[in-house]
């Protein structure tokens, strides 16, 4: 049978779900990959890609639906390129997640049995994140507030409301938008000729879930305090829990809502979040954790995996702004933070302080530079937490980690991939992997945390 080629309907049973949350069917052996479509699906798809190994598809009718296919909440989804797991009813988002972990340490790490334990669903399925990032783009109304559409880095759908923001972050992005666009500010755009021209380029909104504390963060190509005063000053009068209105510039080509240059137009340059009781001060440009609520119930988990009786010396590898560190130091006699960004590190050393943690140091640099040094001045852990991020472990970092044989390792990952190439390593070089358990930090979208608890053996 000859392989479809581009431009051919085809009836396709979608029987599983790829990494990034594409549907994955079979027609007569040859594989299409169908964005929409989801295990149980029947669909009569275009194929819009045709290559030798397999195709791509778009959804031009639902044949049979999945017992799985829900109504997506919200207006924008199959367009907005934010949630891509709406139309998914929770429990089979979550075991989607927990197959795809198994799936990548039985594949990739080739590993002897273990325990995997359910995954650990989030308790807000919407409204859940803390931080959303808000593109700004020209539109006939004025400066259009959104998020990129699905596959398009030119298009930007001006969003009124984000089901994974609470309700405040979404008064807050609406008043933003009605000051912004009375005060007929021009909108950041890159012409024919190449060179940027125009003012506002981003708008991120944070919100202390914990606190109620809100920070507006509005990203510009140049320092114009004068122009955004009167924004932050409305802004505010319009929803009190605004704690933080900052402005960032960023004055390159790239296009990243992060600032070289901030200045406070109003409040305090920080919110104050709290984790356990840990309170952390957030500052525009720094790392937290975006589900607050999940990040505790997550590090509850590592918490029991270190199982700390309060002697134990601990590294937190990848220690970003201290989150594991601080809420372990409680419990052990000495924590080790190593993390690359000196921003993180100088926020780390101000929470720690801030709660009066004495027993945590932390280290700016490389884990494969830093480690070894660590190792050169004596330190000796008991209890080694690593929360790389999606690339996990560079190789000589995880040499170094394995000769140093610590007792126990709880390893964080938002990448099974990784997760699982590390691991199968570190079995080889003498470590059992005792149980893996995945965590839903990201309903809705295709994103999946676990942690692993390995003992030396
Ligand atoms: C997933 S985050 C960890 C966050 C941290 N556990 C927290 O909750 O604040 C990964 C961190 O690794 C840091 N990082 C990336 N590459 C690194 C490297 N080679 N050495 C040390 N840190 C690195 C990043 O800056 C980031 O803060």
Redesign the pocket.
Known sequence: MSRPRRGDTLSVSIDDLAFGGEGVGRVNGYVVFVRGGIPGDTLRVRLVEARSRFGRGVIEAIETPSPDRVDAPCAYFGRCGGCRLQHVAYPAQLAFKEKQVRDCLERIGGLPPFELRPILPAPEVLGYRNKMEFTVAPSAAGPALGLHEAERYDSVLDIERCLLQSDVMNTLLAETRQALRARGLSVYETGADGEGRGLLRFVTLREGRRTGQAMVNVVVSAPDVQALAPVATEVHARVPATASVVLNVNDTKASVAVGTEEHLLLGRDTITERLDDVVFEISANS???TNTVQ?ERLFALVDDACALTGTETVI?????????SLLLARKSRHVYG????AA?VAD?VRNARANGIENCAFLA????H?LPELVRQGVKPDVVVA???R?GF?PK?LATLAALAPARLVY?S?NPATLARDVGDLVRQGYALEWVQPVDMFPQTPHIEAVARLRRA
């Open positions: 790392f937290f954790q990040a937190d590898l990848y220690s970003g702004t201290g989150a594991i190593i993390e690359l960004a993180a780390a640099g490389e884990v494969r830093a929360d790389p991020p690339a560079h970092a964080v938002c």
